[in-house]
């Protein structure tokens, strides 16, 4: 007898406060995606652990991605101006077209690798992934758009609504899971199949003659700024553009306020370069030639022309380079193509 | 036996869910009510002067408030849910001045903290990008950069004997190179009680004249724009981290 009511007692105490256990819904399969880190990668700045990508939310961000209802016209999608043929780049396009056919006063850049980068756009005015898209969504020259209004658009679509449903466990529309849904698609998108990193790896490929020379040059020329394995020490530098009468871009000085700052702009990656043409913030050189020349001849001085460029007295020293040596950095720079990337169809609209 | 066992079973269902039971929560109401000095601010009328003898008028007045807790005499803290404590103050809408927050542990208090703008360490935690709608439709969002305008103080000045010309104050941190985010804590002095599903009020007092003089003293003549400006931001932000003032708790 004692016996039983040991049992009973159990039992009124697991059924007694049980009702509101009875409202829950096991949520639809909705499994995480892995987030492998390439072994010549560093660790990521992005923390992964707190928005870990899952399947549904890699599928709502891209979808979000592709959508056109981010922007005021319905027709500007975040990969209107980030192509994926083209390292999600704005494929020959000087600066970005916005809604209406606004123009941007800066090249689009590649989307590729993005966990690893500490903060993002040329100025460094997003601190983080997931504050990034706020950017182009509201500026009136890109995307044009409200949050709110975009909520409201989501909350029409009965597929939006399905998908952040799956996608989140507050199963909520609004603006942080629209943030994460777009950062778990961005973060999967890892380049790390370039002949460089095959080399890089050791896993068989071997530079031609011309690359290993150009290599050789790049790392005592180029590899100070377009450092490590991303070619970018994520710094924001003066490379002696002449200023653009047109947009006069005061670059990091923009977010700092610091007149130190003056036309400084974020060291991009150098991965997938062949494919991001034209170059610079504005897109005003075409080619990688131009690039080079650009550096061995070009540049022009300022107060925040960075050191690296100048002599101890003060003149410009630019980088000297022959032109055989710039056919073989170029050589070399298009061993970090990676056409496995850009034909993802992880990452294709269609 | 029997008898006993039923007064087992209905102590046991009586009880066992006590827990939830346990714990009292109250409402608080927090009124913020803007002020020029003595007197309160009436938008585009009123005009004010600042010790630097300049006269000027309010058009627009902004300011997030974010991070609430609320300190018991021990040191105890309520820290108010972060993703639900971004409050946007606008003068020009009586709603936004009076703030609710729900299910506060029921006590007596004697502080309260909170922070103007918002801390960065959230970001993107805590829900801080819930607050986007609301901050982009009062136009607290820089065009150009993720962050929000933490304070947005504007109207019109003239300076003694001189002739009218705008201002326009708009503080908020600068990437991370930057943090103006302020953390406040008042005293409630004569202590705040959260009582048992009742409602409490408290009135914080924000003095638009501190902005000019208080720990710094700022002169609109010497800068009458300031976006994203390193030098006088963060003196502006000095001065905005002691322009509140308890006016008032009531139980």
């Given amino acids: ?350 | 036996m029997k008898k006993f066992l039923i007064l087992l079973i209905t102590l046991i269902v009586i009880t066992s869910c006590k827990d939830d039971d346990d714990a009292k929560f109250g409402a608080l109401n927090v009124d913020f009510i803007n002020k020029a000095g003595s007197d309160l601010i009436t938008l585009n009328a009123g005009f004010y002067t600042n010790m630097s003898n300049e006269t000027y008028t309010v058009s627009e007045l902004k300011y997030i408030i974010s991070n609430i807790v609320l300190i018991k005499e021990n040191g105890e803290e309520f820290i108010y849910p972060v993703a639900d404590s971004y409050f946007l103050i606008n003068e020009e809408v009586s709603s936004s001045k009076q703030i609710t927050l729900d299910d506060i542990d029921a006590g007596v208090y004697t502080k309260i903290r909170f922070g103007v703008g918002v801390d960065q360490s959230n970001y993107p935690l805590n829900g801080v990008t819930n607050f986007i709608p609301t901050a982009e439709e009062s136009g607290m969002l820089w065009s150009w950069s993720a962050g929000y305008k933490f304070v947005k103080f504007e109207g019109s000045f003239t300076p003694q004997g001189g002739t009218s010309s705008d201002f326009l104050l708009h503080i908020g941190s600068h990437g991370t190179v930057l943090d103006n985010y302020k953390e406040i804590t008042l005293d409630i002095s004569n202590t705040l009680t959260i009582g048992d599903q009742t409602t409490s009020n408290l009135s914080i007092e924000t003095d638009v004249a501190k902005i000019f003089d208080s720990t710094n003293t700022y002169s609109l003549e010497q800068k009458s724009d300031v976006q994203v400006d390193p030098v006088n931001a963060p003196i502006l932000a000095e001065n905005i981290s002691t322009m509140f003032a308890i006016n008032n708790a009531s139980n």
Avoid at chain 1, 47 to 54: A, E
Avoid at chain 1, 153 to 168: C, D, G, I, N, W
Avoid at chain 1, 279 to 299: E, I
């Fill in chain 1, 1 to 350: 007898m004692v016996k039983n009511i040991g049992y009973i007692v159990l039992i009124i105490f697991g059924v007694a406060c049980g009702s509101d256990k009875e409202d829950y819904v096991p949520i639809s399969q909705n499994p995480e995606l892995a987030f492998t880190i390439p072994s010549n990668f560093p660790e990521p700045s992005y923390n992964v652990t707190l928005n870990p990508p899952t399947e549904k939310g890699f599928e709502l961000g891209k979808k979000l991605f592709y959508d056109g209802r981010l922007s005021s016209d319905g027709v500007i999608s975040c990969g209107f101006c980030h192509i994926q043929d083209f390292a999600f780049t704005h494929h020959t396009h000087i600066v970005s077209h916005g809604v209406d056919g606004a123009l941007g006063t800066r090249n689009a850049q590649p989307l590729h690798n993005l966990a690893f980068m500490n903060e993002f756009t040329w100025d460094g005015a997003a601190i983080h992934l997931d504050l990034q898209p706020i950017i182009p969504i509201t500026a009136e020259v890109e995307m044009n758009e409200s949050f709110s209004s975009i909520l409201k658009k989501l909350e029409e679509q009965p597929e939006y609504v399905t998908l952040f449903r799956e996608a989140f466990e507050d199963q909520k529309i609004n603006s942080e899971n629209l943030l994460k849904a777009l950062s778990q698609f961005m973060i999967m998108m890892i380049s790390s199949n370039s002949k460089y990193d095959k080399i890089e790896r050791n896993e068989g490929s071997v530079f031609t003659a011309n690359e290993a020379a150009g290599f050789e040059l790049f790392t005592s020329k180029c590899a100070s700024c377009h450092a490590g394995t991303l070619f970018t020490d994520q710094s924001y530098r003066n490379n002696g553009l002449a200023i653009d009468p047109e947009y006069n871009d005061i670059g990091r000085n923009r977010v700092t306020g610091l007149t130190s700052d003056l036309y400084k702009f974020k060291v991009p990656t150098l991965r997938n370069i062949e494919l991001t043409f034209p170059y610079m913030h504005d897109g005003r050189l075409k080619t990688l030639q131009d690039v080079l020349d650009h550096y061995s001849d070009g540049m022009v001085d300022s107060e925040t022309l960075d050191p690296v460029f100048k002599n101890t007295d003060g003149t410009i020293l630019g980088i000297s380079m022959t032109e055989e040596e710039k056919q073989q950095i170029i050589s070399f720079l298009k061993t970090l193509t990676d056409d496995d990337f850009v034909n993802d169809t992880r990452f294709s609209e269609f």
